[in-house]
């Protein structure tokens, strides 16, 4: 799917919960409050449900708190290297992929740390890493190039290239068969 296509579609997935839901800020409410309480208990777990996590928090319309949103960015980084380190499945790479993608459509609202942006170019250099020993996973690599320009990451020119360059080789290979 183009960018474009991809935009206009996730456009009309779009809900504003102030106009379409009359609870809608209670609910953001109780939904911040709970994200802070599995932040601050570190009860954050799984790919698949971090991965849903952002992916409502970003098409939801709403003004979402920047310390929470921070804090989440920082647990789920956290739990992301955890999973990279335990081995990599394909699945692990799209929770990469769609985490950061709809992460970097919050960024304005998340400050990240020297440290945090370091820790982020790290889980670029891990994914990248799987993606190289399965090459039909390297799509995950398009919601690292989102986080990379939204963050303002510090991303080594090297590992640019490794990305691109794993990325014409799966266009290569896809070809062929």
């Avoid at 206009?8 to 779009?14: G, M």
């Avoid at 939904?31 to 849903?52: I, N, P, Y």
């Avoid at 980084?77 to 993608?101: A, C, P, Y």
């Avoid at 459509?105 to 370091?118: N, Y």
């Amino acid at each position: 799917m183009t960018d474009t296509l991809h935009w206009q579609y996730t456009e009309r997935l779009q809900m504003d919960l102030t106009k379409e839901e009359p609870l809608g800020p209670h609910l953001a409410d109780q939904m911040e409050a709970r994200v802070a309480e599995l932040v601050r208990k570190d009860l954050l777990s799984g790919t698949v449900s971090l991965r849903q996590l952002w992916y409502a928090l970003a098409h939801c319309k709403w003004q979402w708190s920047s310390e929470v949103l921070t804090a989440l960015a920082g647990g789920t980084m956290k739990e992301l290297w955890r999973s990279l380190q335990q081995g990599s499945t394909s699945d692990i790479l799209q929770s990469v992929d769609n985490t950061f993608h709809n992460m970097s459509l919050l960024a304005k609202r998340i400050t990240l740390t020297e440290g945090q942006k370091q820790g982020l170019v790290h889980i670029m250099e891990a994914a990248t890493e799987r993606v190289s020993q399965d090459l039909d996973s390297s799509a995950a690599l398009r919601g690292l190039f989102w986080a990379a320009r939204a963050f303002g990451l510090p991303v080594p020119l090297h590992l640019l290239r490794r990305q691109v360059r794993l990325q014409s080789q799966q266009r290569d290979t896809s070809t062929v068969h």
